[in-house]
Nanobody
Framework: QVQLVESGGGLVQVGGSLTLSCVAS????????MGWFRQAPGKEREFVAA????????LYADSVKGRFTISRDDAKDTVTLQMDSAEPEDTAVYYC??????????????????WGQGTQVTVSS
């Protein structure tokens, strides 16, 4: 059974930093592209960032490019989202997701098969 467990959410001030982590189990982590999505109240879930299974490629939403960094540690079955220069618009529940074995990275939720429960991030001004 695949499980993705996010952690690291919380309250951060505008301009501050936060690190989100997601630990995976029940799958051969190194074979899966991984992604982060977020959903703000009253809005649809949106793509944030993704990293290929080989860690050679990353993809970012325009809204976070240059501020967020996605990385992975296959030895620890962990994917991380480093959030810098936080903005109020970053307030949302953040979800970790796993794609398909040896698949590509795409900015759509339909290309990810496994999801975590989410972690709340609130950016205060």
């Amino acid at each position: 059974q695949v499980q993705l467990v996010e952690s690291g959410g919380g309250l951060v001030q505008v301009g501050g930093s936060l690190t989100l982590s997601c630990v995976a189990s029940g799958l051969i982590f190194s074979r899966f592209p991984m992604g982060w999505f977020r959903q703000a109240p009253g809005k649809e879930r949106e793509f944030v960032a993704a990293i290929s299974w080989s860690a050679g490629k990353t993809l970012y939403a325009d809204s976070v490019k240059g501020r967020f960094t996605i990385s992975r540690d296959d030895a620890k079955d962990t994917v991380t989202l480093q959030m810098d220069s936080a903005e109020p618009e970053d307030t949302a529940v953040y979800y970790c997701a796993a794609g398909r074995v040896h698949g590509g990275i795409y900015p759509q939720a339909r290309d990810f098969d496994y999801w975590g429960q989410g972690t709340q991030v609130t950016v205060s001004s």
